[in-house]
T-cell receptor
Framework: DGGITQSPKYLFRKEGQNVTLSCEQN?????MYWYRQDPGQGLRLIYY???????QKGDIAEGYSVSREKKESFPLTVTSAQKNPTAFYLC?????????????FGPGTRLTVT | EDKVVQSPLSLVVHEGDTVTLNCSYE??????LLWYKQEKKAPTFLFML????IEKKSGRLSSILDKKELFSILNITATQTGDSAIYLC?????????????FGQGTILTVHP
């Protein structure tokens, strides 16, 4: 089955700890994205990668970091510098980066930091 | 800065009703508008619109884009409880926004039996 997997589904961390969220796709897509979803705010773009070994900041990159060493993987690290990390995180991919390239979403990871 | 605004933010209807969801946008170098449905987790794709005035239709759902007035509507006829979800609108643009989508806040639709 082709698709996007995110793990874990739920993640709990103490304040001050870094945490890494996994995103893997086997769709052979070039582009990958990370979004954050808070109640009533839709999806906000954290980072995106148009091609392997390259990535750009989105609208809310502060306190987050990413890497894109393999085409199929785009992990997101939530650092202790992120002031309000509790949220639902969605990963997506598209065949190529571009405004007419439909994005496919993973099932998401709900992160709770206390 | 690109901006996408959806209305209403939430809507409660009964089965069989028809609903219209709105999405307006202000973007530079508009290229596409996409609608997604999010039930519990992953948003699923509904439509992509790039040309003004051409209706896209899938079963009871339809959508149309007005590039002159900068908005799109998503219509759902004969609603069912399974239509309960968050409906997300997103806009793709060129120029400095190339490669990313800008999402609206979403409309939460609740359909009661």
């Amino acid at each position: 089955d082709g698709g996007i997997t995110q793990s874990p589904k739920y993640l709990f961390r103490k304040e001050g700890q870094n945490v890494t969220l996994s995103c893997e796709q086997n769709l052979n897509h070039d582009a990958m994205y990370w979004y954050r979803q808070d109640p009533g705010q839709g999806l906000r773009l954290i980072y995106y990668s148009q091609i392997v070994n390259d990535f750009q900041k989105g609208d809310i990159a502060e306190g987050y970091s990413v890497s894109r060493e393999k085409k199929e993987s785009f992990p997101l690290t939530v650092t202790s510098a992120q002031k309000n990390p509790t949220a639902f995180y969605l990963c997506a991919s598209s065949p190529v980066a571009g405004p007419t390239s439909r994005q496919y979403f993973g099932p998401g990871t709900r992160l709770t930091v206390t | 800065e690109d901006k996408v605004v959806q209305s209403p933010l939430s809507l409660v209807v009964h089965e069989g009703d028809t609903v219209t969801l709105n999405c307006s946008y202000e973007v530079t170098n508009f290229r596409s508008l996409l609608w997604y449905k999010q039930e519990k987790k992953a948003p699923t794709f509904l439509f992509m619109l790039t040309s003004s005035g051409i209706e896209k239709k899938s079963g009871r759902l339809s959508s149309i884009l007005d590039k002159k007035e900068l908005f799109s509507i998503l219509n759902i006829t004969a609603t069912q409880t399974g239509d309960s979800a968050i409906y997300l609108c997103a806009v793709g643009a060129g120029g400095t926004s190339y490669g990313k989508l800008t999402f609206g806040q979403g409309t939460i639709l609740t359909v009661h039996p």
